[in-house]
């Protein structure tokens, strides 16, 4: 009697975990979305403030050059990030800084940047929703940020509602391994090792 009570527990376990494996990775991935965290070593130097894309203030600088010409050398600030669903590495150079609202209404914060990737990882944008701070400190720098509707749809999953229609959606990181392939196929490379030619433009393909 007991082991086929057991037997009973396990298979209704079971039945409910299965089904429930993509609920549960969409809520872990629903609370990781919440937060942005990077961190820089190199060139660096100033601090800045954003309260979402409207309320924005400081002046921030990374890398420098030495000049134009073939000889000289310029110097990036490596960095290490999660945002969200991404993670990954890259190097940039550049500056931002100003007073006001980036991307809504005038464009008074001003962000230029030069960037490179390292492996497939690209480099994120901040959301126009983020709150959060930067700080750089001659060689190391952090930058923190809190996005509250990534919250918001975070505790609304549980009651199943998906705000920002992002269930199931996989990450960035499996998305640029995508990507990557077909990048190979485009340029005419398959995964068995053997090169094909990229058809012409134009060219019906069999």
């Known amino acids: 009697m007991r082991r086929n009570a057991t037997r009973l527990l396990i298979a209704l376990a079971a039945g409910i975990a299965l089904p429930g494996c993509g609920y549960v990775r969409d809520r872990v991935r629903d609370a990781g979305d919440i937060f942005h965290f990077d961190v820089s070593l190199g060139p660096q130097a100033g601090a800045s403030v954003r309260l979402t894309h409207l309320v924005q203030a400081g002046a921030q600088v990374e890398g420098f050059w030495t000049g134009e010409g073939p000889e000289d050398a310029s ?4 960095h290490l ?3 969200g669903r991404w993670a990954g590495i ?7 800084g100003g007073l006001g609202p980036e991307s809504i209404g005038p464009r008074l914060y001003a962000r230029r940047y030069d960037a490179e990737y390292e492996e497939e990882f690209r480099d994120q ?4 929703d983020e709150f959060g701070f930067s700080l750089a400190l001659l060689v190391v720098g952090v930058e923190v940020g809190f996005r509250p ?3 918001f749809d ?6 199943g509602l998906d705000v920002l229609r992002d269930d199931g959606r996989p990450s960035e990181i499996e998305d640029t391994e995508d990507w990557l392939r077909d990048e190979e196929k485009r340029d005419g490379s398959a995964e068995d090792g053997h090169w094909r030619p990229r058809p012409r ?4 393909t069999k």
């Not at 890259?90 to 931002?96: A, I, P, Q, V």
């Open 81 to 83: 990030a999660v945002n």
């Open 154 to 159: 975070f505790i609304t999953g549980f009651f």
């Open 149 to 151: 509707v990534e919250a």
């Open 90 to 96: 890259y190097k940039r150079r550049g500056r931002e």
């Open 201 to 204: 433009p134009n060219t019906p």
């Open 75 to 78: 110097f990036e600030t490596g």
């Open 125 to 128: 944008p901040r959301t126009a």
